[in-house]
């Protein structure tokens, strides 16, 4: 605490007294990394302030809404263009376009399994805890789900035209491919270098704002939904939490253990990130500093450029297993029984619907609403069953999915022998603030 107070106030306070001197902007940029430095401890403030104001004053804190939707908008206007500099750069720096399909093929396979892997715990899981069983349904045909259920209908053409995160990245691989064979690369790549640094310290700048963006949502959070919102149905969300908590320390723990990697120390490494996703519920508001990140702890560009982008909408972990403990869930309150058909038939439809509805909004319920339509056994009503508590969850599955996408770029950096591992004990040997 006394290093906190020599760091950030000292600075602040000599300012104050020396503005009119040369050296005014020198104290300014200290004051910045300073502040950048605590960055942590800032977030994790907002986000206690936003559940106290959600609370005391839940009128006031609604109106807070608009200060999480801004900075999150601000960070995706950065998601495209890293997205294009990283996986241009990366590709271009690849020995071969061989080596560019390879990560890509065994990305999407690895996606798949570990995917599949979390519906099925989610299920498992979901009949072993029975969080469905002794629930009040009898109000629930009263809600209004019907454009949850007018949305149920996605196709692949609409998960790509309204998905441009993937357009994006399929335009950054033929850009770079076509790059790499030009006589020009050398030059054209200074410049797309140049714009990448700038980006990056921009993204800097706009981080420095994140705990506002936390406090604005967690306070509309608390102050639209209260904290009574999760008593009915605690037990489900309890269930899921540590569903998600297991998850991420045993099976993407052991993903990372293969390869003598701590998950503890990776996670401390993203503590800034992983608070900004959980007081926004946004894992997009962190997408740009994660791919930063992982690129200085030693994961090489490409692998980055590839992985990151195409996790984000189809390396859903937390989904995933939200999804299929929802669906069980309902199943159990409506006292509905289901066969072993009637299971894997609901696996194998998530396996397909949680990737096509990645790009649309409020995508949650719309890839329910189409997979209790298609498996015709619960009626898609019972969605209004989890209106109240899906956004307290959505931090939950942001928060997995956030995580899996490091973990799934790690794990492939060191698959393919493109990983600095000297950067990674750099990185996580920094000492917390």
Same mark, same amino acid.
């Given at each position: 605490?006394?290093? #906190?107070?020599?760091?950030?106030?000292?600075?602040?306070?000599?300012?104050?007294? $020396?503005?009119?001197?040369?050296?005014?902007?020198?104290?300014? #940029?200290?004051?910045?990394?300073?502040?950048?430095? @605590?960055?942590?401890?800032?977030?994790?403030?907002?986000?206690?302030?936003?559940?106290?104001?959600?609370?005391?004053?839940?009128?006031?804190?609604?109106?807070?809404?608009?200060?999480?939707? @801004? #900075?999150? +908008?601000?960070?995706?206007? =950065?998601? +495209?263009?890293?997205?294009?500099?990283?996986?241009?750069?990366?590709?271009?720096?690849?020995?071969?376009?061989?080596?560019?399909?390879?990560?890509?093929?065994?990305?999407?396979?690895?996606?798949?399994?570990?995917?599949?892997?979390?519906?099925?715990?989610?299920?498992?899981?979901?009949?072993?805890?029975?969080?469905?069983?002794?629930?009040?349904?009898?109000?629930?045909?009263?809600?209004?789900?019907?454009?949850?259920? &007018?949305?149920?209908?996605?196709?692949?053409?609409?998960?790509?035209?309204?998905?441009?995160?993937?357009?994006? !990245?399929?335009?950054?691989?033929?850009?770079?491919?076509? !790059?790499?064979?030009?006589?020009?690369?050398?030059?054209?790549?200074?410049?797309?270098?140049?714009? $990448?640094?700038?980006?990056?310290?921009? !993204?800097?700048?706009?981080?420095?704002?994140?705990?506002?963006?936390?406090?604005?949502?967690?306070? =509309?959070?608390?102050?639209?939904?209260?904290?009574?919102?999760?008593?009915?149905?605690?037990?489900?969300?309890?269930?899921?939490?540590?569903?998600?908590?297991?998850?991420?320390?045993?099976?993407?723990?052991?993903?990372?253990?293969? @390869?003598?990697?701590?998950?503890?120390?990776?996670?401390?490494?993203?503590?800034?990130?992983?608070?900004?996703?959980?007081?926004?519920?946004?894992?997009?508001?962190?997408?740009?500093?994660?791919? +930063?990140?992982?690129?200085?702890?030693?994961?090489?560009?490409?692998?980055?450029?590839?992985?990151?982008?195409?996790?984000?909408?189809?390396?859903?972990?937390?989904?995933?297993? @939200?999804?299929?403990?929802?669906?069980?869930?309902?199943?159990?309150?409506?006292?509905?029984?289901?066969?072993?058909?009637?299971?894997?038939?609901?696996?194998?439809? !998530?396996?397909?619907?949680?990737?096509?509805?990645?790009?649309?909004?409020?995508?949650?319920?719309?890839?329910?609403?189409?997979?209790?339509?298609?498996?015709?056994?619960?009626?898609?009503?019972?969605?209004?069953?989890?209106?109240?508590?899906?956004?307290?969850?959505?931090?939950?599955?942001?928060?997995?999915? #956030?995580?899996? &996408?490091?973990?799934?770029?790690?794990?492939?950096?060191?698959?393919?022998?493109?990983?600095?591992?000297?950067?990674?004990?750099?990185?996580?040997?920094?000492?917390?603030?």
């Amino acid at each position: 605490m006394k290093t #906190f107070f020599k760091s950030i106030i000292a600075p602040l306070f000599k300012l104050g007294f $020396s503005a009119y001197h040369s050296n005014a902007a020198s104290l300014v #940029f200290s004051l910045l990394r300073s502040f950048r430095k @605590y960055l942590t401890i800032f977030v994790l403030l907002a986000i206690v302030a936003g559940i106290m104001l959600g609370h005391v004053k839940p009128a006031t804190a609604v109106a807070m809404k608009p200060l999480g939707d @801004y #900075f999150i +908008n601000f960070v995706k206007l =950065f998601i +495209n263009p890293i997205i294009v500099v990283t996986i241009i750069t990366g590709i271009c720096g690849m020995d071969s376009m061989k080596t560019v399909g390879k990560i890509g093929g065994k990305a999407l396979l690895y996606f798949e399994i570990v995917t599949t892997l979390a519906l099925v715990i989610g299920v498992a899981i979901a009949y072993l805890v029975q969080p469905g069983a002794g629930i009040d349904t009898s109000g629930v045909q009263l809600a209004d789900v019907s454009k949850y259920q &007018n949305s149920s209908e996605v196709s692949m053409m609409s998960f790509f035209r309204e998905n441009s995160t993937i357009q994006f !990245l399929i335009g950054s691989i033929i850009v770079g491919v076509l !790059l790499s064979r030009s006589s020009k690369k050398v030059v054209i790549l200074s410049s797309i270098e140049k714009i $990448s640094q700038f980006l990056f310290m921009a !993204l800097g700048l706009v981080m420095l704002f994140s705990p506002i963006g936390a406090f604005g949502g967690m306070a =509309f959070t608390i102050g639209k939904y209260g904290l009574a919102a999760l008593l009915p149905l605690g037990k489900l969300m309890l269930c899921i939490y540590i569903t998600m908590f297991l998850f991420i320390i045993f099976v993407l723990g052991g993903i990372l253990r293969y @390869y003598k990697i701590s998950i503890w120390k990776f996670l401390r490494y993203l503590r800034s990130e992983l608070l900004i996703v959980l007081g926004t519920s946004s894992s997009e508001a962190a997408l740009p500093a994660l791919m +930063n990140k992982l690129e200085k702890m030693g994961c090489h560009r490409s692998v980055v450029g590839l992985v990151v982008p195409t996790g984000y909408s189809f390396n859903l972990d937390g989904t995933s297993i @939200y999804l299929s403990m929802a669906i069980i869930f309902l199943a159990q309150a409506f006292d509905v029984q289901l066969t072993w058909g009637q299971i894997i038939t609901i696996i194998g439809v !998530l396996m397909v619907t949680s990737k096509g509805a990645a790009g649309v909004t409020g995508s949650g319920f719309i890839i329910l609403a189409s997979t209790l339509t298609a498996i015709k056994v619960i009626d898609v009503q019972g969605l209004a069953l989890l209106l109240g508590v899906d956004r307290f969850m959505s931090e939950a599955r942001a928060i997995t999915n #956030f995580i899996g &996408n490091g973990v799934a770029t790690v794990f492939l950096s060191n698959h393919e022998s493109l990983f600095d591992r000297s950067l990674m004990e750099e990185r996580f040997q920094e000492r917390l603030p």
